[in-house]
C-alpha cells in the first residue's frame, strides 16, 4: 500500500495519540530546565546530547520511564529507562 508522506505522518500521529502507552504534554514542567541543565553541564555538547539530555530531562522531571533503543540514555543517572531490543528475524 502506498501512502504519501503528508497521509503517512497523519496516521502515525493518529496512531500515537490514540494509543494508551502514549500521552501529550501541553507544556514543560516547571523542574525541567533546571534538570536539562546539570544534565548538560560538564559534557562535551553534541547534538545529540542536546536532544538526549532534553527528553531525559522530561522524563526525569514527570517521573516517567522512557523506553528507547538508545543506550546513550543510560548516561542519565537516575533516568527510569526502559532499554527496547529489535526482534530477531
Avoid at 514543560?28 to 545529540?48: C, K, M, Q, W, Y
Avoid at 530531562?57 to 526502559?82: I, V
Wanted: contains cysteine; glycine residues 4%; positive net charge.
Amino acid at each position: 500500500m502506498f501512502f504519501s508522506r503528508c497521509s503517512f505522518r497523519a496516521t502515525l500521529r493518529t496512531t500515537f495519540r490514540n494509543d494508551p502507552r502514549s500521552l501529550q504534554i501541553q507544556a514543560e514542567p516547571i523542574h525541567h530546565d533546571p534538570r536539562f541543565v546539570a544534565l548538560v553541564s560538564g559534557r562535551e555538547p553534541t547534538p545529540n546530547l542536546w536532544t538526549d539530555a532534553w527528553l531525559a530531562a522530561l522524563a526525569l522531571s514527570l517521573d516517567y520511564e522512557m523506553a528507547t533503543f538508545d543506550r546513550g540514555f543510560k548516561s542519565f543517572r537516575g533516568l527510569k529507562l526502559r532499554l527496547l531490543t529489535a526482534p530477531e528475524e
